[in-house]
Protein backbone atom coordinates (compact mmCIF):
# COMPACT_ATOMS: atom_id res chain seq x y z
CA UNK A 1 0.00 0.00 0.00
CA UNK A 2 1.74 3.56 -0.55
CA UNK A 3 2.41 5.54 1.68
CA UNK A 4 1.05 3.49 4.55
CA UNK A 5 0.15 5.47 8.13
CA UNK A 6 -0.59 4.54 11.25
CA UNK A 7 -4.56 5.01 12.44
CA UNK A 8 -4.67 3.58 16.24
CA UNK A 9 -3.57 0.75 18.04
CA UNK A 10 -4.66 -1.08 20.76
CA UNK A 11 -2.66 -1.51 23.86
CA UNK A 12 -4.33 -4.18 25.77
CA UNK A 13 -4.04 -6.39 22.53
CA UNK A 14 -0.61 -5.10 22.20
CA UNK A 15 0.54 -6.68 25.43
CA UNK A 16 -1.13 -10.66 24.37
CA UNK A 17 1.83 -10.52 22.01
CA UNK A 18 4.15 -8.90 24.50
CA UNK A 19 3.98 -5.17 22.64
CA UNK A 20 3.28 -1.39 23.99
CA UNK A 21 1.38 0.87 22.40
CA UNK A 22 4.35 2.93 21.01
CA UNK A 23 5.75 0.21 19.67
CA UNK A 24 2.94 -0.59 16.67
CA UNK A 25 3.13 3.15 15.38
CA UNK A 26 7.00 2.29 14.80
CA UNK A 27 7.26 2.92 10.67
CA UNK A 28 8.60 -1.13 10.53
CA UNK A 29 5.36 -1.93 12.10
CA UNK A 30 3.23 -0.17 10.13
CA UNK A 31 5.09 -1.07 7.11
CA UNK A 32 4.41 -5.05 8.68
CA UNK A 33 1.04 -4.56 9.13
CA UNK A 34 0.24 -3.28 5.77
CA UNK A 35 1.88 -6.30 4.77
CA UNK A 36 4.53 -3.89 2.71
CA UNK A 37 6.86 -5.83 4.45
CA UNK A 38 6.94 -9.48 5.43
CA UNK A 39 8.73 -10.09 8.65
CA UNK A 40 11.18 -12.46 9.33
CA UNK A 41 10.36 -15.87 9.75
CA UNK A 42 6.57 -15.21 8.54
CA UNK A 43 5.09 -17.50 6.24
CA UNK A 44 2.03 -15.73 4.71
CA UNK A 45 -0.86 -17.38 3.62
CA UNK A 46 -5.04 -17.41 3.03
CA UNK A 47 -7.25 -19.63 4.15
CA UNK A 48 -10.02 -21.16 1.47
CA UNK A 49 -13.88 -21.23 3.32
CA UNK A 50 -17.21 -21.54 1.64
CA UNK A 51 -20.19 -20.97 3.11
CA UNK A 52 -23.96 -20.52 3.73
CA UNK A 53 -24.82 -16.71 3.15
CA UNK A 54 -28.38 -15.93 4.14
CA UNK A 55 -29.33 -19.40 4.04
CA UNK A 56 -28.17 -20.15 1.11
CA UNK A 57 -25.46 -22.24 -0.44
CA UNK A 58 -23.24 -19.54 -2.10
CA UNK A 59 -20.00 -21.72 -2.14
CA UNK A 60 -16.56 -20.73 -2.43
CA UNK A 61 -16.05 -17.35 -0.29
CA UNK A 62 -12.69 -16.85 0.94
CA UNK A 63 -10.71 -16.01 2.19
CA UNK A 64 -10.51 -13.21 -0.01
CA UNK A 65 -8.65 -9.90 1.57
CA UNK A 66 -7.17 -11.77 4.95
CA UNK A 67 -3.23 -13.44 4.70
CA UNK A 68 -2.54 -15.17 7.92
CA UNK A 69 1.11 -13.51 8.80
CA UNK A 70 1.75 -16.39 11.34
CA UNK A 71 1.09 -17.59 14.56
CA UNK A 72 2.57 -15.81 18.19
CA UNK A 73 3.69 -17.97 20.83
CA UNK A 74 2.37 -16.67 24.22
CA UNK A 75 2.09 -17.15 27.76
CA UNK A 76 -2.23 -17.84 27.26
CA UNK A 77 -1.56 -20.06 23.69
CA UNK A 78 -0.67 -19.68 20.33
CA UNK A 79 -1.82 -16.39 18.47
CA UNK A 80 -2.79 -15.73 15.06
CA UNK A 81 -2.12 -12.58 13.14
CA UNK A 82 -4.59 -11.68 10.55
CA UNK A 83 -3.84 -8.43 8.12
CA UNK A 84 -7.45 -8.05 6.61
CA UNK A 85 -7.38 -5.51 3.58
CA UNK A 86 -3.95 -6.12 2.47
CA UNK A 87 -4.59 -7.31 -0.58
CA UNK A 88 -5.36 -10.14 -2.98
CA UNK A 89 -4.91 -13.51 -2.42
CA UNK A 90 -5.86 -16.71 -4.16
CA UNK A 91 -9.48 -16.37 -3.56
CA UNK A 92 -10.34 -12.39 -3.70
CA UNK A 93 -12.44 -13.76 -7.09
CA UNK A 94 -13.93 -10.63 -7.78
CA UNK A 95 -12.90 -8.30 -5.36
CA UNK A 96 -10.04 -5.95 -4.93
CA UNK A 97 -8.78 -7.60 -1.34
CA UNK A 98 -9.02 -4.10 0.17
CA UNK A 99 -10.78 -2.94 3.24
CA UNK A 100 -11.63 0.79 3.74
CA UNK A 101 -10.96 2.99 6.48
CA UNK A 102 -14.63 2.88 7.80
CA UNK A 103 -15.09 -0.35 7.47
CA UNK A 104 -11.12 -1.56 9.76
CA UNK A 105 -12.13 2.00 12.00
CA UNK A 106 -15.87 0.01 13.05
CA UNK A 107 -14.05 -3.68 13.17
CA UNK A 108 -11.24 -2.15 15.54
CA UNK A 109 -13.40 -0.28 17.72
CA UNK A 110 -16.19 -3.06 17.89
CA UNK A 111 -13.46 -5.95 18.21
CA UNK A 112 -12.00 -3.76 21.57
CA UNK A 113 -14.85 -2.93 22.73
CA UNK A 114 -16.62 -6.64 23.18
CA UNK A 115 -13.39 -8.19 24.76
CA UNK A 116 -13.80 -5.13 27.13
CA UNK A 117 -17.49 -6.68 28.07
CA UNK A 118 -16.43 -9.88 28.24
CA UNK A 119 -17.61 -11.55 25.46
CA UNK A 120 -15.71 -13.85 23.22
CA UNK A 121 -14.24 -12.15 20.32
CA UNK A 122 -11.63 -12.08 17.63
CA UNK A 123 -9.02 -9.02 18.79
CA UNK A 124 -8.10 -5.97 17.18
CA UNK A 125 -4.27 -4.62 17.08
CA UNK A 126 -4.42 -2.02 15.08
CA UNK A 127 -5.74 -0.02 12.00
CA UNK A 128 -2.93 1.36 9.41
CA UNK A 129 -4.32 3.47 6.29
CA UNK A 130 -3.02 4.36 3.04
CA UNK A 131 -4.20 7.33 0.87
CA UNK A 132 -4.74 4.50 -2.26
CA UNK A 133 -8.09 5.05 -3.24
CA UNK A 134 -10.44 2.21 -3.12
CA UNK A 135 -14.18 1.76 -4.63
CA UNK A 136 -17.19 1.05 -2.69
CA UNK A 137 -20.46 2.76 -3.40
CA UNK A 138 -18.46 5.64 -3.10
CA UNK A 139 -14.97 6.53 -3.49
CA UNK A 140 -12.90 5.74 -0.03
CA UNK A 141 -9.34 4.87 1.44
CA UNK A 142 -8.02 1.53 1.91
CA UNK A 143 -7.00 0.33 5.66
CA UNK A 144 -5.46 -2.72 6.86
CA UNK A 145 -6.66 -4.35 10.62
CA UNK A 146 -4.99 -6.35 12.37
CA UNK A 147 -6.74 -9.14 13.85
CA UNK A 148 -5.53 -12.16 16.33
CA UNK A 149 -7.00 -14.71 17.41
CA UNK A 150 -5.90 -18.34 18.64
CA UNK A 151 -7.84 -19.82 15.32
CA UNK A 152 -9.71 -17.91 12.47
CA UNK A 153 -11.07 -21.35 11.00
CA UNK A 154 -14.69 -21.28 10.26
CA UNK A 155 -17.83 -23.35 10.20
CA UNK A 156 -17.17 -22.98 6.18
CA UNK A 157 -13.81 -23.82 6.55
CA UNK A 158 -15.51 -27.27 7.05
CA UNK A 159 -17.94 -27.26 4.43
CA UNK A 160 -15.67 -26.29 1.77
CA UNK A 161 -14.14 -29.90 2.17
CA UNK A 162 -17.43 -31.35 3.20
CA UNK A 163 -19.18 -29.74 0.01
CA UNK A 164 -15.75 -30.60 -2.55
CA UNK A 165 -16.12 -33.71 -1.08
CA UNK A 166 -12.40 -33.88 0.17
CA UNK A 167 -13.02 -36.33 3.01
CA UNK A 168 -9.40 -36.40 3.84
CA UNK A 169 -9.05 -32.73 3.71
CA UNK A 170 -12.06 -32.50 5.72
CA UNK A 171 -10.46 -34.87 8.47
CA UNK A 172 -6.83 -32.62 8.61
CA UNK A 173 -9.04 -30.08 9.22
CA UNK A 174 -10.88 -31.63 12.13
CA UNK A 175 -7.86 -33.14 13.27
CA UNK A 176 -6.17 -30.59 13.66
CA UNK A 177 -8.64 -28.22 15.08
CA UNK A 178 -9.01 -30.76 18.41
CA UNK A 179 -5.19 -31.02 18.27
CA UNK A 180 -4.45 -27.37 18.62
CA UNK A 181 -7.92 -26.21 20.25
CA UNK A 182 -10.10 -29.02 21.89
CA UNK A 183 -6.93 -31.47 23.27
CA UNK A 184 -9.26 -32.77 25.88
CA UNK A 185 -11.34 -34.15 23.04
CA UNK A 186 -8.92 -36.18 21.65
CA UNK A 187 -9.75 -39.30 24.02
CA UNK A 188 -13.28 -39.18 23.57
CA UNK A 189 -15.09 -42.37 22.62
CA UNK A 190 -16.29 -40.19 19.06
CA UNK A 191 -14.21 -37.39 19.13
CA UNK A 192 -15.80 -35.42 16.08
CA UNK A 193 -18.73 -35.69 17.12
CA UNK A 194 -17.54 -34.57 20.73
CA UNK A 195 -16.41 -31.83 18.60
CA UNK A 196 -20.22 -30.69 17.48
CA UNK A 197 -20.94 -31.06 20.72
CA UNK A 198 -18.44 -28.60 22.22
CA UNK A 199 -19.24 -26.09 19.29
CA UNK A 200 -22.58 -25.85 19.48
CA UNK A 201 -22.40 -25.07 23.45
CA UNK A 202 -20.07 -22.80 22.77
CA UNK A 203 -21.97 -20.74 19.92
CA UNK A 204 -25.30 -21.23 22.04
CA UNK A 205 -23.55 -18.94 24.73
CA UNK A 206 -22.20 -16.80 22.75
CA UNK A 207 -25.30 -15.53 21.42
CA UNK A 208 -26.46 -15.55 24.94
CA UNK A 209 -23.92 -13.00 25.47
CA UNK A 210 -24.84 -11.12 22.28
CA UNK A 211 -28.06 -10.95 23.36
CA UNK A 212 -27.78 -9.97 26.78
CA UNK A 213 -25.64 -6.70 25.84
CA UNK A 214 -27.87 -5.94 22.55
CA UNK A 215 -25.53 -6.47 20.29
CA UNK A 216 -26.47 -7.55 16.64
CA UNK A 217 -23.82 -9.29 14.60
CA UNK A 218 -25.78 -8.37 11.04
CA UNK A 219 -24.21 -11.28 8.93
CA UNK A 220 -24.47 -14.32 10.69
CA UNK A 221 -23.56 -16.29 7.54
CA UNK A 222 -21.61 -19.66 8.57
CA UNK A 223 -18.55 -18.15 7.25
CA UNK A 224 -18.73 -15.82 9.64
CA UNK A 225 -19.13 -18.15 12.63
CA UNK A 226 -15.63 -19.14 14.78
CA UNK A 227 -14.92 -22.85 15.39
CA UNK A 228 -13.82 -21.26 18.81
CA UNK A 229 -17.01 -19.43 19.58
CA UNK A 230 -15.84 -16.21 18.97
CA UNK A 231 -17.42 -13.12 16.85
CA UNK A 232 -16.14 -13.05 14.13
CA UNK A 233 -15.99 -10.42 11.25
CA UNK A 234 -17.45 -7.47 11.85
CA UNK A 235 -19.30 -5.59 9.19
CA UNK A 236 -22.71 -4.05 9.43
CA UNK A 237 -22.81 -4.71 13.52
CA UNK A 238 -25.08 -2.83 15.53
CA UNK A 239 -25.76 -2.71 19.20
CA UNK A 240 -29.64 -2.25 20.20
CA UNK A 241 -30.73 0.86 21.27
CA UNK A 242 -34.51 1.62 20.96
CA UNK A 243 -35.62 -1.88 22.22
CA UNK A 244 -37.44 -3.67 19.13
CA UNK A 245 -36.94 -7.80 19.55
CA UNK A 246 -37.19 -7.71 15.42
CA UNK A 247 -34.64 -4.88 14.67
CA UNK A 248 -32.28 -5.32 12.04
CA UNK A 249 -28.76 -3.88 11.56
CA UNK A 250 -27.73 -4.51 8.09
CA UNK A 251 -29.60 -2.22 6.04
CA UNK A 252 -28.60 -5.15 3.43
CA UNK A 253 -30.68 -8.04 5.02
CA UNK A 254 -33.97 -6.89 4.02
CA UNK A 255 -35.98 -9.90 5.25
CA UNK A 256 -34.67 -9.57 8.20
CA UNK A 257 -32.89 -13.14 8.71
CA UNK A 258 -30.29 -11.95 11.18
CA UNK A 259 -33.04 -9.95 13.55
CA UNK A 260 -31.84 -9.25 17.03
CA UNK A 261 -34.52 -11.91 17.91
CA UNK A 262 -33.46 -14.31 15.07
CA UNK A 263 -29.99 -14.57 15.96
CA UNK A 264 -30.91 -17.10 18.48
CA UNK A 265 -32.15 -19.38 15.96
CA UNK A 266 -29.58 -19.07 13.72
CA UNK A 267 -26.84 -19.63 15.73
CA UNK A 268 -28.64 -23.54 16.34
CA UNK A 269 -29.37 -23.65 11.81
CA UNK A 270 -25.58 -22.47 11.71
CA UNK A 271 -24.73 -25.64 14.17
CA UNK A 272 -26.79 -27.71 11.38
CA UNK A 273 -24.66 -26.44 8.86
CA UNK A 274 -21.65 -27.27 10.69
CA UNK A 275 -22.96 -30.82 11.45
CA UNK A 276 -23.99 -31.29 7.49
CA UNK A 277 -20.38 -30.38 6.96
CA UNK A 278 -18.81 -33.43 9.56
CA UNK A 279 -21.24 -36.11 8.96
CA UNK A 280 -18.58 -37.91 6.95
CA UNK A 281 -16.43 -38.08 10.00
CA UNK A 282 -19.68 -38.59 12.55
CA UNK A 283 -21.34 -41.27 10.36
CA UNK A 284 -23.96 -41.38 12.69
CA UNK A 285 -27.17 -38.91 11.71
CA UNK A 286 -28.97 -39.68 15.00
CA UNK A 287 -25.96 -39.03 17.23
CA UNK A 288 -25.14 -35.85 15.86
CA UNK A 289 -28.83 -34.35 15.81
CA UNK A 290 -28.44 -34.69 19.96
CA UNK A 291 -25.43 -33.27 20.11
CA UNK A 292 -27.24 -29.98 18.32
CA UNK A 293 -29.92 -30.27 20.38
CA UNK A 294 -27.89 -28.87 23.55
CA UNK A 295 -27.83 -26.10 21.96
CA UNK A 296 -31.43 -24.72 23.57
CA UNK A 297 -30.28 -25.55 27.08
CA UNK A 298 -26.55 -23.96 26.71
CA UNK A 299 -28.33 -20.72 25.24
CA UNK A 300 -31.19 -21.27 27.78
CA UNK A 301 -29.13 -21.52 30.59
CA UNK A 302 -26.64 -18.70 29.88
CA UNK A 303 -29.37 -16.17 29.03
CA UNK A 304 -31.32 -16.72 31.86
CA UNK A 305 -27.70 -16.34 34.05
CA UNK A 306 -26.97 -13.20 32.73
CA UNK A 307 -30.64 -12.01 32.87
CA UNK A 308 -30.62 -12.55 36.85
CA UNK A 309 -27.25 -11.05 36.78
CA UNK A 310 -28.90 -8.05 34.80
CA UNK A 311 -31.50 -7.38 37.26
CA UNK A 312 -29.22 -7.91 40.46
CA UNK A 313 -30.86 -11.53 40.84
CA UNK A 314 -28.33 -14.28 42.84
CA UNK A 315 -31.19 -16.29 43.15
CA UNK A 316 -33.15 -17.97 40.55
CA UNK A 317 -36.52 -17.85 41.87
CA UNK A 318 -40.34 -18.61 40.08
CA UNK A 319 -41.88 -16.27 38.41
CA UNK A 320 -38.65 -14.85 37.26
CA UNK A 321 -39.33 -15.76 33.58
CA UNK A 322 -42.77 -14.02 33.57
CA UNK A 323 -41.13 -11.14 35.06
CA UNK A 324 -38.36 -11.03 32.32
CA UNK A 325 -41.05 -11.10 29.32
CA UNK A 326 -42.88 -8.83 30.86
CA UNK A 327 -39.80 -6.55 31.10
CA UNK A 328 -38.83 -7.01 27.16
CA UNK A 329 -42.44 -6.55 26.67
CA UNK A 330 -42.70 -3.61 28.24
CA UNK A 331 -39.11 -2.48 26.50
CA UNK A 332 -40.97 -2.77 23.32
CA UNK A 333 -43.83 -1.51 23.34
CA UNK A 334 -41.86 2.10 24.57
CA UNK A 335 -39.02 1.69 22.29
CA UNK A 336 -36.76 2.06 25.25
CA UNK A 337 -32.96 2.56 25.25
CA UNK A 338 -31.52 -1.15 25.84
CA UNK A 339 -28.16 0.09 27.73
CA UNK A 340 -29.67 3.21 29.59
CA UNK A 341 -32.73 0.77 30.73
CA UNK A 342 -30.21 -1.47 32.70
CA UNK A 343 -27.58 0.90 33.37
CA UNK A 344 -30.07 2.99 35.52
CA UNK A 345 -32.06 -0.41 36.73
CA UNK A 346 -29.28 -0.99 38.74
CA UNK A 347 -29.84 2.58 40.37
CA UNK A 348 -33.17 1.88 41.90
CA UNK A 349 -33.57 2.49 45.25
CA UNK A 350 -36.07 -0.95 46.73
CA UNK A 351 -37.55 0.70 50.04
CA UNK A 352 -39.32 3.84 48.77
CA UNK A 353 -42.22 5.06 50.28
CA UNK A 354 -45.31 5.10 47.30
CA UNK A 355 -45.66 8.63 46.84
CA UNK A 356 -41.76 9.84 46.65
CA UNK A 357 -41.05 6.69 44.02
CA UNK A 358 -41.96 8.69 40.88
CA UNK A 359 -39.75 11.27 41.60
CA UNK A 360 -37.19 8.77 42.85
CA UNK A 361 -37.66 6.39 39.83
CA UNK A 362 -37.67 9.44 37.45
CA UNK A 363 -34.29 8.47 35.30
CA UNK A 364 -35.85 5.15 34.60
CA UNK A 365 -39.26 6.15 34.32
CA UNK A 366 -38.86 8.91 32.49
CA UNK A 367 -37.24 5.96 29.57
CA UNK A 368 -40.68 5.12 29.48
CA UNK A 369 -43.85 7.11 27.66
CA UNK A 370 -46.27 4.47 29.47
CA UNK A 371 -45.28 5.27 32.93
CA UNK A 372 -48.23 3.84 34.21
CA UNK A 373 -47.05 0.33 33.43
CA UNK A 374 -43.19 0.77 34.12
CA UNK A 375 -44.46 1.74 37.59
CA UNK A 376 -46.87 -1.62 37.78
CA UNK A 377 -43.23 -3.87 36.18
CA UNK A 378 -41.51 -1.48 39.02
CA UNK A 379 -43.51 -2.89 42.03
CA UNK A 380 -43.18 -6.47 41.51
CA UNK A 381 -39.20 -5.58 40.74
CA UNK A 382 -39.47 -3.98 43.87
CA UNK A 383 -41.17 -7.15 45.38
CA UNK A 384 -38.90 -9.64 43.95
CA UNK A 385 -36.07 -7.69 45.21
CA UNK A 386 -37.28 -7.62 48.85
CA UNK A 387 -36.50 -11.68 48.32
CA UNK A 388 -32.63 -10.83 47.84
CA UNK A 389 -29.89 -11.03 50.51
CA UNK A 390 -28.54 -7.54 49.02
CA UNK A 391 -28.67 -4.13 49.74
CA UNK A 392 -29.16 -1.47 47.15
CA UNK A 393 -25.55 -0.05 47.55
CA UNK A 394 -24.54 -4.11 47.43
CA UNK A 395 -26.90 -4.55 43.98
CA UNK A 396 -25.71 -1.74 42.17
CA UNK A 397 -22.01 -2.56 42.10
CA UNK A 398 -22.88 -5.81 41.32
CA UNK A 399 -25.39 -4.52 38.32
CA UNK A 400 -22.83 -1.94 37.20
CA UNK A 401 -20.80 -4.76 36.83
CA UNK A 402 -22.53 -6.56 34.18
CA UNK A 403 -24.59 -3.70 32.73
CA UNK A 404 -22.27 -1.57 30.84
CA UNK A 405 -22.85 2.20 30.47
CA UNK A 406 -20.47 2.55 27.27
CA UNK A 407 -21.22 0.56 24.10
CA UNK A 408 -19.95 1.08 20.14
CA UNK A 409 -23.13 3.37 19.09
CA UNK A 410 -23.26 3.58 15.59
CA UNK A 411 -23.06 7.65 16.01
CA UNK A 412 -20.40 7.17 18.14
CA UNK A 413 -18.31 5.58 15.93
CA UNK A 414 -19.43 7.97 12.84
CA UNK A 415 -18.08 10.40 14.61
CA UNK A 416 -14.66 9.01 15.05
CA UNK A 417 -14.76 7.95 11.32
CA UNK A 418 -15.70 11.28 9.89
CA UNK A 419 -12.69 13.02 11.67
CA UNK A 420 -10.32 9.93 10.63
CA UNK A 421 -11.07 10.73 7.38
CA UNK A 422 -10.25 14.22 7.84
CA UNK A 423 -6.82 12.98 9.00
CA UNK A 424 -7.31 13.12 12.54
CA UNK A 425 -7.05 10.24 14.40
CA UNK A 426 -7.54 11.03 17.94
CA UNK A 427 -11.29 10.24 18.15
CA UNK A 428 -10.39 6.85 17.30
CA UNK A 429 -7.74 6.48 20.24
CA UNK A 430 -10.15 8.41 22.85
CA UNK A 431 -13.15 6.37 21.55
CA UNK A 432 -11.23 3.25 22.62
CA UNK A 433 -10.26 4.35 25.79
CA UNK A 434 -13.99 4.91 26.35
CA UNK A 435 -14.88 1.32 25.56
CA UNK A 436 -11.91 -0.71 27.21
CA UNK A 437 -13.87 0.54 30.32
CA UNK A 438 -17.44 0.21 29.87
CA UNK A 439 -18.69 -0.62 33.19
CA UNK A 440 -16.63 2.74 34.84
CA UNK A 441 -18.48 5.24 35.47
CA UNK A 442 -16.06 7.75 33.60
CA UNK A 443 -17.97 10.96 34.44
CA UNK A 444 -15.32 12.94 32.25
CA UNK A 445 -17.05 10.93 29.27
CA UNK A 446 -20.58 10.94 30.28
CA UNK A 447 -21.57 12.41 26.73
CA UNK A 448 -20.77 9.01 25.13
CA UNK A 449 -23.63 7.21 26.99
CA UNK A 450 -26.10 9.60 25.52
CA UNK A 451 -28.65 8.75 23.60
CA UNK A 452 -27.93 9.12 19.45
CA UNK A 453 -28.75 12.44 18.34
CA UNK A 454 -31.31 13.65 15.54
CA UNK A 455 -28.62 13.23 12.74
CA UNK A 456 -27.87 9.52 13.38
CA UNK A 457 -31.38 7.99 12.60
CA UNK A 458 -30.20 8.44 9.19
CA UNK A 459 -27.48 6.28 9.50
CA UNK A 460 -27.04 2.48 7.79
CA UNK A 461 -24.63 0.29 7.29
CA UNK A 462 -24.87 -2.30 5.11
CA UNK A 463 -21.84 -5.20 3.75
CA UNK A 464 -19.84 -2.79 1.61
CA UNK A 465 -16.91 -3.17 3.28
P1 LIG B 1 -18.11 -10.83 4.43
O1 LIG B 1 -19.52 -10.66 3.98
O2 LIG B 1 -17.44 -9.53 4.76
O3 LIG B 1 -17.95 -11.84 5.51
O4 LIG B 1 -17.30 -11.36 3.15
C1 LIG B 1 -17.63 -12.54 2.50
C2 LIG B 1 -16.42 -13.03 1.73
O5 LIG B 1 -16.10 -12.14 0.67
C3 LIG B 1 -15.18 -13.18 2.58
O6 LIG B 1 -14.61 -14.41 2.35
C4 LIG B 1 -14.26 -12.10 2.14
O7 LIG B 1 -12.92 -12.51 2.17
C5 LIG B 1 -14.71 -11.81 0.72
N1 LIG B 1 -14.52 -10.41 0.43
C6 LIG B 1 -15.18 -9.36 0.98
N2 LIG B 1 -14.71 -8.20 0.50
C7 LIG B 1 -13.72 -8.50 -0.37
C8 LIG B 1 -12.83 -7.74 -1.19
N3 LIG B 1 -12.86 -6.41 -1.21
N4 LIG B 1 -11.95 -8.42 -1.96
C9 LIG B 1 -11.91 -9.75 -1.96
N5 LIG B 1 -12.70 -10.52 -1.20
C10 LIG B 1 -13.60 -9.92 -0.42
MG1 LIG C 1 -16.77 -12.74 6.56
Not at 10 to 24: Q, Y
Not at 118 to 140: D, F, H, K, W, Y
Not at 213 to 240: A, R
Not at 343 to 369: K, M, N, Q, T
Request: with cysteine; charged share 20%; proline share 5%.
Amino acid sequence: MPAPYFVAGSASAAALIGLELADLARPDFVAAFTGNQVPARARPLAAVYSGHQFGNWAGQLGDGRAILLGEIRTAAGPMELQLKGAGMTPYSRMGDGRAVLRSSIREFLCSEGMAALGIPTTRALMVTGSPQRVMRENVETAAVVTRMAPSFVRFGSFEHWHYRNKPEELKILADYVIDQFYPELADAEAPYLALLREVTVRTARLIAHWQAVGFMHGVMNTDNMSILGLTLDYGPFGFMEAFDVDHICNHTDQGGRYSYGNQVPVGHWNCYALANALLPLIRDTDAAEDALGVYVDAYGDTFDALLHAKLGLASAQEGDRALFDDMFGLMQRNRVDFTLFFRRLGELRRDVPDHARAAADAPLRDLFLDRAAFDAWAVRYRARLAREAAGDDERRLAMHKVNPKYILRNYLAQVAIERAQQGDFAEVQRLLAVLEKPFDEQPEHASYAALPPDWASHLEVSCSS
